[in-house]
């Protein structure tokens, strides 16, 4: 009997075990559940708008019926649109210096009530490309990115404070990276408004993105770049004995000599890369009438002349290749023309 009643004991708290064991069980599991979270996330179609732009943005919540709700927008307390499933308002972006707030309230059919609020500023970002090929004295135009040149991007922010006065460009962190996700630290950072690459021996296109910011990040504009190399090009102008290149003056397709019988021709190798001394650079191939002209392998500029008694056309032809930037290349041609000057007229090419 006393066995019985041992056995009955120990039974009893093996029951009480395994009866407090579950509970302590479905106690941890409960705590393991996250809670709900009632609000609503707004997302913009652009983080970096720029003043007066046009933005979309977009209410959306995963803990409840959204579209089933009534959905009302204000803005500085105005309502601006109110009804069922509207999740989409079309904002427009403030002017620089000023903050735009904008509510969103949805009641679902049971009563609930949900709210959240999104702030819009706006930013601009000017983006200054040069590069170091080279270009003729008193050039006014910008000439393409060429084939291994080093680029520079220089950029220019307009960011304002709450009293519309424009932040120093020198004093906000900038961020660089390249469009497939490759953030240039080396060249990022504080005050660091421009940044110089070298062009690759495979040239791709590729695009700059560069975000402005002030240091307490309560303003900052983004802007973006593309960076598409081509071929440099040659192009022959009037070389006069007593002014130099007539820049103003290009030789195209052909050209007359006429009674002096001579013409000076300066080619200007736009987009190269070369120091004062050519050679080091360049290769030079001048070729008339499919001629090979070896001494002239070094010269950017050639006296034609043609000989008395002479008339007939040649054909003048250069093709440049660089040394070491083996991508830079380019070739040029133009026909000159002259007429006899005596009895007997044959037809001759003109000499260098």
Known sequence: MKFTRFVNFNLLIVALIVTLSLSLLNTVQAQNIPAANNTITLTASTNNPLPGQSITITAASYSFNINGATVIWSIGGKQVQKGIGLITYQAT??????KLTIDVNAITPDGGSYSNSIILGSGVIDMIMETDGYTPPFFKGKFPLVFQNTVKIIAVPHLANS???????????????KDDGTVLGNQSGYGKQSISIKGSII??????????????GMAQAQSLIQIAPTSPSIIFYDNDPLYGPLFNNAINSSFHIGSQNELGVFASLFGFNFSN???????????????????????QSVTLRATNGTSGVSHIDLAVKGNSNILQSAESSFDVSFDASGSTAQSVPVNF
């Open 277 to 299: 001394k050519i050679t080091d650079a360049l290769n030079l191939n001048w070729m008339i009438n499919n001629l090979q002209h070896s001494e002239l392998s070094s010269s």
């Open 203 to 216: 040239p791709r296109p590729y695009s700059l993105i560069v975000t402005a910011s002030t240091r307490d």
């Open 163 to 177: 009293a519309g006065k424009e932040y120093d460009p020198a004093t906000l962190v900038y961020n660089w990276k």
């Open 93 to 98: 972006a403030p002017a620089l210096g000023k």
